[in-house]
């Protein structure tokens, strides 16, 4: 385990924390105006490889082989200048720190980072992190990597968990979720929504189904499967009988589909790392909450076996409830990883991304 401390005074500014994986939707908007969940789980820590946060160089003003050097592939909005290697934490998992309310960026309702760090050392004054609140955004704290150092700490680590273990814990993301809007508070059965980390595991996974597919037409598994992805496949690859077929796979899952070109299959949540399959394939990583609920659906609830429930007997653990809306990725995901994707600039690909912005207008996507 590890406590962050100030890089000029030493002072601790976390409790002790244990690394995981960066989430899928660790720089993720949904929606507007909505109040989104803390975004890590508390005791835990990810780290941001790339550099992240202002200033920022409008891709216009970026040699393509510059970029190609930092592994971008294609043209995104902008790129940061900032340091890379900045540390995401739980709100309530800082210590000796102080909110500076005049650096809250250009947030509407809370902090979102855009003036720089907004969280000084208690101890020294010195910038070390930024409270991120606003409405839409995860809520989070990201340290600055040049402001803070890591050290050791004794207790008990997590360690790492067996793909056994996982299964075993059975931590699955429900594919739906209620969400308030900023300042209200849940209470109408409308106001579901298809999950914030669905939809940005979708736009992160269907960069690699893409790539995976080679130009030609995919067909996914029935059910949820087909929900997340199907309909954007069918509007980006060509029509016509499909070629390729995706099909998930993992740990625990019977040796079935040998004939599929594509598998669908878990990354860890500790090392980000996606499951191997004993055969040579081309694989495509889904966080793994996401992947559970994918091959185990929610499970019915049992009923008395001598017949349906009686009338007037109330479940007290009602089904979720359905999201009739249609499953959006997200494309801001989507983009920020194909775009990191060397196969981008195959020529094929190149025009899918040029004619996405269109079919989005348009309302194909």
């Not at 789980?41 to 946060?53: K, N, Q």
């Not at 189904?209 to 992805?229: C, I, P, Y």
């Not at 060509?238 to 079935?256: S, W, Y």
Request: proline share 10%; aromatic share 8%; net charge negative.
């Amino acid at each position: 385990m590890f406590v962050f401390v100030c890089a000029r005074c030493g002072a601790e500014l976390t409790a002790p924390l244990s690394q995981v994986a960066l989430p899928a939707h660790a720089r993720q908007k949904y929606g507007n105006g909505l109040q989104l969940p803390v975004l890590m789980e508390s005791g835990t820590f990810a780290v941001e490889l790339e550099p992240w946060g202002p200033p920022w160089r409008r891709w216009e003003e970026i040699d393509p082989d510059e970029a190609a050097a930092r592994g971008i592939y294609a043209p995104v909005h902008a790129l940061s200048e900032g340091a890379a290697g900045a540390v995401v934490i739980a709100p309530g998992d800082a210590r000796g720190t102080v909110l500076i309310p005049e650096k809250r960026g250009g947030a509407c309702c809370g902090f979102d980072g855009g003036d720089g760090p907004n969280m000084g050392c208690a101890a020294c004054g010195l910038l070390v992190a930024s409270r991120i609140d606003d409405c839409s955004l995860w809520q989070a704290v990201w340290l600055a990597p040049n402001a803070v150092r890591r050290l050791p700490v004794e207790g008990a680590d997590a360690g790492l968990l067996s793909w056994a273990d996982l299964l075993a814990e059975g931590a699955g993301v429900p594919p739906s979720e209620p969400i308030a809007r900023w300042g209200e508070r849940f209470g109408a059965s409308d106001r579901w929504h298809w999950s914030p980390q669905w939809v940005a595991a979708a736009g992160q996974a269907l960069a690699h189904l893409l790539v995976a597919s080679e130009g030609r037409a995919v067909a996914v598994q029935d059910g949820l499967t087909a929900k997340m992805f199907q309909r954007a496949l069918d509007t980006l690859l060509p029509a016509g009988r499909p070629t390729r077929r995706a099909v998930l796979a993992g740990p625990g899952q019977p040796a079935r589909n040998a004939d599929a070109d594509i598998l669908l299959v878990p990354s860890h949540p500790q090392t980000g790392k996606a499951w191997t399959p004993a055969a040579p394939a081309y694989v495509v990583p889904l966080p793994f909450g996401v992947w559970l609920r994918l091959v185990f659906p929610e499970p019915q609830l049992p009923v008395p076996a001598s017949g349906p429930i009686p009338d007037g007997v109330l479940r007290d653990d009602p089904p979720t409830p359905s999201v009739h809306d249609v499953f959006r990725i997200d494309w801001e995901v989507f983009q920020r990883t194909l775009a990191r994707l060397p196969a981008v600039r195959t020529p094929w690909l190149r025009e899918i991304t040029e004619s996405l912005t269109q079919q989005m207008r348009t309302g194909l996507l």
